[in-house]
């Protein structure tokens, strides 16, 4: 049996451990909640590390479509990286899929001479690392966009509709509205 | 395979991983992003609080006064006696944890102390070793035995966690909705909150506001010729949208009304549409029916962020509002669209500053309705009034010009956890526009998951924080959106039109955030006004356009 | 291991022996079955009331009810009268709801996607149901104690007792509240354990009126259905306390005396401890209170004057400014002082 077929054949288990191990990133208290509560709008988390593991572990058997992959790839980075995780932390979850995959197929692997294919597959979960490593640092930019520049979203924008803008902050050098922090 | 390392394993050790062991053990570790900046002197200086200086919280010195242990010891005592709520919630809790997971904080961030019920042991803590026997006589066996019944001293690192975790709280009150005995975590933040400013601990997001609030009667500080500025510049909008030159009273004497509303919607947009709304709503009431509805810009202010601060700044902040309806001599006042605001107005103005007696109990002279509801207080919010005019069929309405718009609505936590205006806004939605969408039952009415920005965390440099806590609620909006095709949140709250485009804007950037007087005053036919082919943001109404080509 | 637990544990244990061996010492019997039950007594009801006069003593300076439901406002909008009450009737039903039934707790509707966007609800209320069946179990348990202290028994005890063993199985016939009691108890307990959030959450104060409590249960079912205690002898004895009159039956047997210890333990403790909950409730001021905010007046007894910034204050600092732009002003600008544009600030 190619690797292939025998992942796809054990697809529930992996998927399942997978997802174990990835909440566990999370404080043990968190983890338990985060697996146990199936309501998705109380647990926004699991329901978009479920959905998205499942359907990125799907992608990884087929050609890796580039688009598909960033479609359950990004909710995931995008939650992780507004926590409290440090950026290897943040995309760490991918790599445990080797680990996830090793585990369950050891047997076979050692049986059915299957490490060539292990590598390649392997390689392509490194991908799933790349790409979630831009998608990290598209999160983080856009924080950093939104953080420098929200007040000038609202209400410099609108105080440049009216043409107020310099009429307000050089006004009062002593209290300052916060727009520049 | 046994050499290949572990990921986990090895990212675990260049990691902090929290101990699972009880959370006191686990020290506060105040991190970038999610903590917000240190209250700059100036702020408290102006309004007369104690301890202003520079710091950050990111010091290892905050430079505290010497003795303020003693100082918040003393305060909480105080308070104790003071306040029944948190006395009570202090003795009764019973750590169920039916609260755990209803925090938006929580559920966004997964970090535990965010669990209602840890925040609240955050002050149970000391309260068990500083105010009861227990604890007390706990305290001879040790530290060990006084730990195993949760008590523990005062030190600067609980006093840092306190102050870390008090502003991760918007006082949404959601977990209370959950409590088998309502301890409501919102007054345990604002008595948290209260305490801290007792030694000059405060963020800048809540202390500027208040100064500002204090000296020009809003939040942002803006003086009254820039109020009426950007009023102006209103007026010529609407102009530009509807052909119609609407004149706006500022502090008229003897108007009809007095009309107050969060200054965020003049000067910030999404908001400023909003104000627009509003606007145009006025001078259709004025003109068709000859209602005087006057703005003011000394109480040009409807949030209080005195609220976030103490229950005297909330006070000295409130004040402006009977202080103004007095001075000016109208009848009753109006409340625009806000959230804090309305618990502020509906379960703390008329105690605090009240009795209104120098105004009428509140009738609307169109329709001759008597706000039953609001005689004491004598202040009605915008959408009674609004949903009021629309049932006795005197507002002109076209709601097809909202027809480009698919919209939810978002309740903000504190008109419905602390008030109750449910079916207000929605039936004002339902009239003027065709396409309205709910989202799922738990995460609406009085289980309505907040922005994540409210009780003055709506800062920038804490980003990471606002966007965890916005997640439940956009994971809702999300899922109309993909399911209705929803495209519009609309609020009752300048703090949500404040804080949704951004957050929208890194979770569900398909989808725009507006007030519910928006979408009325896209559907309200002005007399005499020309053929709308825009909304009031300037976009072209699809269909419109074309019988104009014409 | 979890020192929250075990120091609970390790303390039931020892109170456990302390009164099992204790009743066996002279006079142990005289301690432990009429010096210690009285003391306890007078512990729980000095303790409980003094705690509501505690609470009771700090004012509710404002009104600030939980509102879960829509609000009473316009007279065709129908207002949820139950969980955003604007009558004490309505709160009363708030109350009773929440009291008797767990309304919050039960509150936790869940729901989730199957099947891609198909809404399903999920019975996820194991918290709600076994805290409601441990507290009226313990209740029912309670009830039926009366027969000890009562001659003759009144009769609603004797019903509750015949409808409580209707299962009619062993002898004496088993009596399904003791056993759903210790049932429910094991359940709060390993939840507890076994949940990593709420051993997060969980003190020592937590887990030791569950071992309490379960001792109890577990020493009262001992007596009942396996060393088969004297009833006679212990309705003797507990009606001797009951009336006053103490004096000790002998042959109970020291089980007894470790059921009435823990039952003793539990009463001091009461009012010391969480459980206080049940007088807190009460008074729960989220709970308790009506949302007529708006309609009637709350009397905050401490309120203060506070300083504001007046309205002539904002204007002599603005008024240029304002005439400027046509705001109108109260005083002209030609009137304006340099006294008053530092005017003292006033007090109310």
């Known amino acids: 049996m190619s690797l292939n077929n025998l992942l796809a054949q054990r697809k529930t288990a992996i998927i399942k451990n997978w997802f174990t191990l990835a909440v566990e990133t999370y404080p043990p208290d968190t983890a338990s909640f985060l697996k146990k509560q199936k309501d998705p709008f109380a647990n926004p988390v699991g329901r978009t590390v479920s959905l998205g593991l499942e359907g990125l572990f799907n992608e990884l058997l087929k050609e890796m479509d580039y688009e598909i992959i960033t479609s359950f790839l990004d909710p995931i980075i995008r939650i992780r990286a507004i926590q409290n995780f440090s950026p290897a932390h943040a995309v760490s979850f991918i790599f445990l899929l080797k680990k996830v995959i090793r585990e369950n197929i050891k047997k076979e692997a050692l049986e059915e001479q299957l490490f060539n294919e292990l590598l390649l597959f392997e390689s392509k979960i490194d991908q799933l690392v790349m790409?979630?490593?831009?998608?990290?640092?598209?999160?983080?930019?856009?924080?950093?966009?939104?953080?420098?520049?929200?007040?000038?979203?609202?209400?410099?924008?609108?105080?440049?509709?009216?043409?107020?803008?310099r009429d307000w902050p050089v006004d009062e050098p002593d209290i300052k509205p916060n727009i520049n922090e | 395979m046994k050499e290949l390392p572990n990921p986990d394993e090895f990212l675990s050790k260049i990691d902090h991983k929290p101990s699972p062991t009880g959370w006191m053990d686990t020290p506060v570790e105040i991190r970038r992003g999610i903590a917000c900046h240190a209250a700059k002197p100036d702020r408290l200086e102006y309004v007369g609080f104690p301890n202003p200086r520079d710091w950050s919280c990111f010091d290892e010195d905050w430079q505290l006064p010497e003795n303020w242990q003693e100082i918040l010891h003393k305060g909480f005592k105080e308070r104790l006696d003071r306040f029944r709520s948190v006395k009570i919630f202090m003795d009764i809790c019973v750590r169920c944890g039916a609260c755990a997971d209803k925090c938006h904080f929580f559920i966004g961030s997964g970090d535990p102390k965010n669990m209602p019920v840890v925040r609240a042991e955050l002050l149970r803590s000391v309260y068990r070793n500083d105010f009861t026997t227990a604890g007390k006589i706990l305290g001879l066996f040790g530290k060990k035995a006084k730990k195993a019944y949760g008590?523990?001293?005062?030190?600067?690192?609980?006093?840092?966690?306190?102050?870390?975790?008090?502003?991760?709280?918007?006082?949404?009150?959601?977990?209370?909705?959950?409590?088998?005995?309502?301890?409501?975590?919102?007054?345990?933040?604002?008595f948290g909150r209260e305490l801290l400013n007792l030694i000059g601990l405060n963020i800048d997001w809540v202390a500027a506001p208040v100064a500002f609030c204090y000296r020009t009667g809003n939040h942002l500080g803006i003086q009254p010729h820039a109020y009426k500025d950007m009023m102006?510049?209103?007026?010529?909008?609407?102009?530009?949208?509807?052909?119609?030159?609407?004149?706006p009273h500022f502090m008229k004497k003897k108007a009809d009304i007095l009309f107050i509303t969060p200054s965020g919607d003049v000067f910030a947009d999404p908001g400023t549409f909003t104000c627009m709304g509003y606007m145009m709503l006025f001078h259709f009431l004025q003109e068709k029916y000859g209602l005087e509805i006057t703005w003011s810009t000394y109480a040009s202010e409807g949030g209080n962020f005195g609220f976030f601060t103490s229950h005297e700044m909330m006070k000295r902040l409130n004040a402006k509002m009977y202080a103004e309806a007095k001075r000016l001599g109208v009848k009753w006042i109006l409340g625009g669209e806000c959230g804090h605001m309305w618990r502020v107005v509906h379960q703390y103005m008329d105690t605090m500053n009240g009795p209104a007696d120098f105004l009428e109990e509140p009738v609307n002279p169109i329709t001759g309705t008597k706000f039953e509801n609001a005689r004491s207080t004598k202040m009605v919010h915008i959408c009674e009034f609004v949903a009021d005019l629309i049932k006795h069929g005197k507002l002109d309405l076209d709601p097809s010009r909202n027809d480009h718009l698919k919209v939810t609505f978002h309740d903000s936590c504190n008109p419905a956890r602390g008030m109750g205006?449910?079916?207000?806004?929605?039936?004002?939605?339902?009239?003027?526009?065709?396409?309205?969408?709910?989202?799922?039952?738990?995460?609406?009415?009085?289980?309505?998951?907040c922005c994540g920005s409210g009780a003055g965390l709506n800062a920038g440099e804490n980003m990471e924080l606002r966007m965890q806590g916005a997640l439940p609620r956009l994971n809702a909006v999300k899922y109309v959106h993909e399911k209705h095709g929803v495209n519009m949140l609309s609020c009752v709250c300048a703090i949500d039109r404040a804080a949704f485009p951004t957050a929208l804007e890194y979770w569900l950037p398909?989808?725009?955030?507006?007030?519910?007087?928006?979408?009325?005053?896209?559907?309200?036919?002005?007399?005499?006004?020309?053929?709308?082919?825009?909304?009031l943001r300037n976009e072209p109404l699809p269909g419109m356009e074309d019988e104009d080509d014409e | 291991m979890n020192i929250s637990y075990m120091y609970s544990l390790i303390a039931v244990i020892v109170l456990f022996l302390l009164a099992y061996v204790g009743a066996m010492l002279p006079g142990g019997e005289v301690f432990f079955g009429i010096i210690i039950p009285y003391l306890a007594l007078i512990i729980f009801i000095l303790g409980f009331i003094n705690r509501i006069i505690d609470w009771a003593r700090s004012p509710v300076p404002f009104r600030i009810p939980t509102t879960c439901g829509q609000e009473k406002s316009l007279p065709?909008?129908?207002?949820?009268?139950?969980?955003?009450?604007?009558?004490?009737?309505?709160?009363?039903?708030?109350?009773?709801?929440?009291?008797?039934?767990?309304?919050?707790?039960?509150?936790?509707?869940?729901?989730?996607?199957?099947?891609?966007?198909?809404?399903?609800?999920?019975?996820?209320?194991?918290?709600?149901?076994?805290?409601?069946?441990?507290?009226?179990?313990?209740?029912?348990?309670?009830?039926?104690?009366?027969?000890?202290?009562?001659?003759?028994?009144?009769?609603?005890?004797?019903?509750?007792?015949?409808?409580?063993?209707?299962?009619?199985?062993?002898?004496?016939?088993?009596?399904?509240?003791?056993?759903v009691l210790l049932g429910a108890l094991i359940f709060l307990f390993l939840r507890r354990i076994y949940i990593p959030q709420m051993r997060f959450i969980s003190l020592a104060s937590d887990y030791f009126p569950l071992f309490l409590i379960i001792g109890i249960a577990f020493t009262g079912i001992l007596m009942r259905y396996f060393t088969k205690v004297d009833i006679v002898g212990v309705k003797e004895f507990t009606m001797s306390l009951a009336t006053f009159k103490p004096?000790?039956?002998?042959?109970?047997?020291?089980?007894?005396?470790?059921?009435?210890?823990?039952?003793?333990?539990?009463?001091?403790?009461f009012p010391f401890s969480k459980l206080m909950h049940l007088g807190g409730i009460f008074m729960s001021p989220t709970r308790n209170m009506v949302n007529n905010n708006r309609f009637k007046r709350h009397i905050n007894p401490w309120n203060y004057p506070v300083e504001v910034h007046t309205y002539e204050q904002y204007e002599d600092e603005f008024r240029e400014k304002m005439v400027g732009v046509g705001l109108p002003v109260v005083k002209p600008l030609a009137a304006k002082t340099p006294e008053e544009a530092k005017e003292p600030e006033e007090k109310e």
């Open chain 1, 131 to 165: 790409i979630a490593f831009n998608l990290y640092m598209q999160c983080k930019e856009k924080i950093y966009d939104l953080k420098a520049n929200e007040m000038r979203n609202s209400t410099y924008k609108a105080f440049k509709r009216a043409g107020l803008v």
């Open chain 2, 151 to 190: 008590a523990r001293e005062l030190t600067l690192d609980v006093l840092k966690e306190w102050w870390y975790y008090f502003f991760q709280c918007t006082e949404c009150r959601r977990c209370s909705v959950f409590c088998p005995y309502g301890i409501d975590t919102a007054e345990i933040t604002i």
């Open chain 2, 232 to 247: 102006d510049f209103f007026t010529d909008e609407i102009e530009e949208v509807c052909g119609i030159r609407v004149k």
């Open chain 2, 421 to 449: 205006l449910l079916e207000e806004p929605r039936y004002v939605i339902k009239n003027v526009c065709n396409h309205f969408y709910e989202m799922p039952a738990n995460t609406i009415r009085e289980q309505t998951f």
């Open chain 2, 510 to 535: 398909e989808v725009d955030n507006c007030g519910v007087h928006e979408l009325v005053a896209n559907a309200l036919i002005l007399p005499g006004e020309k053929k709308r082919t825009v909304d």
């Open chain 3, 76 to 179: 065709w909008i129908k207002p949820n009268s139950i969980d955003n009450p604007t009558t004490t009737g309505g709160v009363i039903i708030r109350m009773f709801l929440e009291v008797v039934f767990f309304r919050s707790l039960f509150r936790n509707t869940k729901m989730a996607l199957k099947e891609g966007d198909k809404l399903s609800y999920e019975w996820e209320k194991w918290l709600w149901l076994f805290s409601l069946a441990f507290h009226w179990t313990f209740f029912v348990v309670l009830f039926r104690h009366l027969r000890f202290f009562t001659e003759p028994v009144p009769a609603l005890v004797e019903v509750v007792a015949k409808l409580d063993g209707f299962l009619q199985i062993g002898l004496p016939e088993l009596r399904i509240s003791g056993v």
């Open chain 3, 247 to 269: 004096h000790i039956t002998q042959g109970i047997g020291s089980i007894f005396y470790v059921h009435l210890f823990f039952v003793s333990v539990l009463l001091a403790y």
